[in-house]
């Protein structure tokens, strides 16, 4: 019986392992929550959404994946990869200004930093998640150190005032 027990924890290990930590975008809508993102979710996930610190100063919104569910992709042609879309029913705190944030996959903590910018604690390691505008939609990049792991560029639809360097969307080609 014992042999049986440590070969299903030794088992459960390696998903524990494979749940990597990534960033998407929210928006609320009248009908409900969507949630994009390049990451495939699975029920190891935590998700964090995060609104701009000025419309709200409290503490990210948790949700587990299977509030979710799957939608129609979106071909993201500016970061040339395939966008999951998912959605929920339900709305989250009504006391956010905005109807949009940002959504941080399978961190332990995150909390708030300089620059509109927030840290994420996940498998011991901490990240950095980088938030600017273009002239058009929002950029999103999370850091390893200086390795940039994952980016995404979500469209506005409207004119915006960039506070990014490079005003364009993040070209991951370059990476």
Partial sequence: MVNLVSIICLLTIP?????????GFYKQEKSGLSLYTTAPLTAIHRIALCADPSDNPSA???LKPNEFKQAEPVDDVMAEQTVM???MSRHISPGIKTGQGIAIINAEQV???ANSSFIAIAQRKHYKILICTG?????LEL???P?????LYFYLGYDTLPTCE???PIDVKSQ
């Fill in 15 to 23: 998903a524990l392992a494979q749940a990597q930590i990534n960033i």
């Fill in 60 to 62: 990210c919104h948790w």
């Fill in 85 to 87: 879309h998912y959605r």
């Fill in 111 to 113: 909390r708030r930093s």
């Fill in 135 to 139: 002239v058009e939609g929002i950029n």
């Fill in 143 to 145: 850091l390893d150190g």
């Fill in 147 to 151: 390795r940039k792991l994952h980016s």
């Fill in 166 to 168: 490079n005003t364009g």
